[in-house]
C-alpha cells in the first residue's frame, strides 16, 4: 500500500459535533443600594466637576460673569437628608459586629473609589486647561498666503460642518463663501505680486471684501447696511477681524499666539451669526425669522433717538457747538456702537478722562469727522472711537462696555426669580421742568385733575421694546440604562434664551447690587443700611468677604484691609511728596458681569446704575494704592498720628512745608 494513496484526513481527528444551544435564561438584575460612602463621593465629583476651583465669594449672585448653579444646591440637600436620616436609625445599633462590619466595608469601598475620583480630577482639569498654543504657520513666507487661505476655510466651516466653498482665478483673485440657511457670507482676497520680494516673499495676500446677505420672509434679500465708512457695521466687523489676521500672519516677525486668538475671534463671530441663522430660519414658518438679523438696527435706531436728544440736551447746558466726548458719553444713557466687538450692540457707558485725552492725539482726517452724521455734535467721530477701543494694545481699565448680546447659556429658575423689576429710567437730561399747577387746582375737581406724563419726551414703543426669545429645540434624555429602549425615554421641555447685557466684569458695592435688584434707590438704601442682618440683606451679606475697594484694588484680595495708602512723588524736586490715606467703606463687594433684560427700559436703568459705580471706580483707580502696614499696628509719625484730627491752616503749612503732611482720603459715606 503506497503512502500517496492514503488520504490526508485519514489520521484526522473527529470534527466536534456543535452542542445544542439553549436561549440564556434572563438573570434578575442586582440593584445596588448605594451607600453613605458612594453618596458623598458623587456629590464631591459633581461638585467638583462643576467648580474646578472654589469660586470666590464675590461671584456668588446672580449677576455674577459665572453665575453659582443651583442644581448643585438641591443635590447638597437631598444628600444631607440621606446621611441623617441614615445616621439617624443606626445611632441606636449597639452590636459590636456591625460597627466592625461597617468600618470594613468603608476601608475597602474607600480604596475602590479613592482612584477612580483621582482619575476623574485628573481627566477633568487637563479638559478644563486653556491651551495657550500658537497658530502652525509654516516657516517658508511663499506658503503664508495659501495657508491664510485655508485656516479662513476652517474658521468658515467651524466645528459642526458648514458649507463653505473657494473659488480661485488666474488672476489671483481668490473668493470664499459660506453659507447658512438664510445667511451668506462673501470674502474676497487679491493677491498682488511684490516688484521687489523681501524675505522670500514673491506676493502679498491683501483682503478686498466682505459681505453679508440674509433672505427676509418676503423671498427678498437684504444686504447688511453700511455705516460710518463700513466701520460700525457687520461687515466692517468682520473685515477688521479678518484684515487684522491676515496682516499679523504676513508681518516679518508674527506673534502666533497673537495670531491664533486673532482666528478664535472671527471664529466666534461667524458661529454667532450662524446661530442667529439657525434661529431665523426656525422661525421662517412663522414669518418673524428676520428679528434675528434686524433686532441690532432696530435697537440701534432706538437708542441713536434718545442719545442725539441727550447730546443736545448737554450742548445746550455747556453753551458750546460741539461737546467733549467724554463729558457726552459720562451723562447719557450709553453711546450705542453697533458691531463694536460682536456681532451685537454695544453701549459705550464710562470714558475716562485719560482715554479721551488719548483720542484727542489720535489724528483723525476731515473725511472722517464728516462720516459721523448721527452725532455730529460730538468732537470726536464715533469710527476714531471704534479704532480706539478696538486695538489691543488699549487698557480695558480705561473704558467700561455693554453689549446687548443674546446669553449662551438657556433662563433658568434662578434667572427667572431674579428678574428686574420694571421702574423707567430716570432721564435727566429730558426732562422737562414741572410747571406750577397750584392756580389750577382751585378750578379743578378730582376727576378733571390731568393725568401726570413722562416729560422726558421717549415713545412708548421705545420705552417697551421687547427682546426676542430664543427657544432651543427639546431633545430626549438619554435612557437610564442600556436595556431601557429610546421610546421609553422622558422628553425634555424646551430651554428658552433670553437677551443680557453683559459688561464683562466691573467691581460693584452692595447698594449698588440692591438697585439691580430691588430698581428703587430709596428702598436699596434701606435694605443696605437698616435692614442689614434682615432677610433681604442676607442676600448679599458681607460674611466676612473682601469689600468692593479691596477688590477694585487688587482682585485676589479675599479680607479685607483697614487702610490704604499711596504715596505722590512730585515731579519738581522742590516740591514735598504728598501721602494719600484711603480707609474701605464697609461692605463687601461684588463682580458684576451679565444682567437679564427683557426690554429696551431695563438696559437704560442697568446702564444709570452701573455708570455711577465706573466713576466711582475710576476715581479711586487713579492712585496706585498699596496696603498701610502701620494701620494694623501702632501709628508712628509726626502728623499720622493725628490725621484724623482736624488740624489748623497753619499747622497744615508747616507739615507741608517740612515734608509730613498726610491727606486721609476716607470717605465713610459712599459706600
Not at 463621593?41 to 462643576?50: H, V
Not at 491664533?260 to 451669526?273: A, S, Y
Not at 475716562?352 to 484727542?360: C, F, H, K, T
Not at 438696559?603 to 475710576?618: C, F, G, H, M, S
Amino acid at each position: 500500500m503506497d503512502l500517496d494513496d492514503i488520504a490526508d484526513d485519514t489520521f484526522a481527528p473527529p470534527e466536534p459535533q456543535p452542542e445544542e444551544t439553549r436561549p440564556a435564561e434572563p438573570q434578575p438584575e442586582v440593584q445596588l443600594r448605594p451607600s453613605l460612602l458612594t453618596a458623598v463621593s458623587e456629590l464631591i465629583a459633581s461638585f467638583d466637576e462643576k467648580y474646578p476651583t472654589a469660586p470666590a465669594p464675590s461671584h456668588l449672585h446672580p449677576f455674577s460673569p459665572n453665575p453659582p448653579d443651583t442644581e448643585i444646591l438641591e443635590t447638597i440637600l437631598q444628600v444631607a437628608g440621606i446621611v441623617t436620616g441614615s445616621l439617624a436609625g443606626h445611632t441606636q445599633s449597639t452590636d459590636p459586629r456591625f460597627v466592625t462590619r461597617a468600618q470594613e466595608y468603608t476601608n475597602h469601598a474607600g480604596s475602590w473609589l479613592l482612584p477612580q475620583m483621582q482619575a476623574r480630577h485628573i481627566f477633568r482639569r487637563v479638559a478644563l486647561q486653556k491651551r495657550h498654543y500658537g497658530a502652525d504657520l509654516p516657516l517658508e513666507p511663499a506658503l503664508i498666503p495659501n495657508w491664510v487661505i485655508d485656516e479662513i476655510m476652517g474658521y468658515l466651516k467651524g466645528d459642526g460642518g458648514r458649507e463653505a466653498f473657494k473659488e480661485t482665478e488666474p488672476s489671483g483673485r481668490t473668493t470664499l463663501t459660506c453659507g447658512g440657511k438664510i445667511l451668506v457670507i462673501d470674502i474676497e482676497f487679491r493677491l498682488h505680486s511684490l516688484p521687489e520680494p523681501s524675505d522670500g516673499r514673491p506676493a502679498q495676500l491683501q483682503l478686498v471684501s466682505v459681505k453679508t446677505t440674509q433672505a427676509s420672509s418676503n423671498n427678498s434679500v437684504n444686504a447688511s447696511p453700511t455705516r460710518d465708512g463700513d466701520r460700525l457695521s457687520l461687515d466692517g466687523l468682520l473685515f477688521h477681524a479678518l484684515d487684522s489676521f491676515a496682516s499679523e500672519a504676513q508681518k516679518p516677525l508674527p506673534d502666533c499666539v497673537h495670531l491664533r486668538q486673532l482666528g478664535e475671534t472671527f471664529k466666534t463671530h461667524v458661529d454667532m451669526l450662524m446661530t442667529y441663522d439657525t434661529l431665523a430660519h426656525s422661525d421662517a414658518a412663522s414669518g418673524t425669522g428676520d428679528i434675528w438679523f434686524k433686532e441690532v438696527d432696530d435697537v440701534e435706531a432706538i437708542a441713536v433717538d434718545v442719545a442725539t436728544k441727550e447730546v443736545k440736551a448737554v450742548a445746550k447746558s455747556l453753551g458750546s457747538p460741539q461737546v467733549p466726548l467724554d463729558i457726552a458719553v459720562n451723562r447719557i444713557h450709553g453711546l450705542p456702537m453697533p458691531y463694536l466687538f460682536s456681532p451685537a450692540m454695544t453701549f459705550v457707558v464710562y470714558l475716562s478722562g485719560r482715554a479721551y485725552l488719548s483720542l484727542l492725539r489720535m489724528p483723525k482726517s476731515t473725511q472722517t469727522a464728516q462720516n459721523d452724521t448721527l452725532f455730529p455734535l460730538l468732537d470726536i467721530p464715533r469710527s476714531t472711537l471704534s479704532s480706539f477701543l478696538r486695538h489691543p494694545s488699549t487698557p480695558k481699565s480705561l473704558y467700561v462696555c455693554a453689549t446687548l448680546t443674546l446669553n449662551s447659556t438657556p433662563d433658568t429658575a434662578s434667572t427667572a426669580a431674579h428678574a428686574l423689576p420694571f421702574i423707567s429710567p430716570a432721564f435727566v437730561l429730558l426732562s422737562a421742568p414741572q410747571p406750577d399747577l397750584s392756580a389750577l387746582l382751585t378750578s379743578m375737581t378730582a376727576d378733571t385733575l390731568p393725568v401726570e406724563q413722562p416729560t422726558h419726551g421717549i415713545l412708548d414703543e421705545h420705552l417697551n421694546h421687547h427682546f426676542p426669545i430664543a427657544t432651543v429645540p427639546p431633545t430626549d434624555s438619554q435612557p437610564s440604562n442600556e436595556t431601557e429602549s429610546a421610546a421609553n425615554a422622558i422628553p425634555r421641555a424646551p430651554a428658552l434664551k433670553g437677551f443680557v447685557l453683559d459688561f464683562g466684569s466691573i467691581v460693584m458695592r452692595r447698594e449698588a447690587m440692591y438697585q439691580l435688584q430691588s430698581g428703587d434707590d430709596a428702598m436699596a438704601l434701606a435694605m443696605g443700611v437698616e435692614n442689614d442682618m434682615s432677610m433681604m440683606g442676607t442676600h448679599y451679606g458681607n460674611y466676612g468677604s473682601a469689600g468692593w475697594v479691596d477688590l477694585l484694588i487688587d482682585p485676589s484680595n479675599t479680607l479685607p484691609c483697614p487702610r490704604y495708602v499711596s504715596e505722590y512723588t512730585p515731579l519738581a524736586p522742590t516740591h514735598p511728596s504728598l501721602q494719600h490715606l484711603l480707609t474701605p467703606p464697609p461692605g463687601p463687594g461684588y463682580t458684576l458681569g451679565k444682567v437679564r433684560v427683557t426690554r429696551m427700559s431695563e438696559v437704560w436703568r442697568v446702564i444709570e446704575i452701573v455708570k455711577e459705580q465706573a466713576w466711582l471706580n475710576d476715581i479711586l483707580s487713579g492712585f496706585k494704592w498699596k496696603r498701610d502696614i502701620a494701620s494694623q499696628g501702632p501709628v508712628t509719625g509726626k502728623l499720622s498720628d493725628n490725621a484724623d484730627k482736624k488740624v489748623s491752616d497753619e499747622e497744615e503749612l508747616d507739615a507741608l512745608l517740612q515734608g509730613n503732611l498726610v491727606r486721609s482720603c476716607a470717605h465713610p459715606g459712599v459706600s
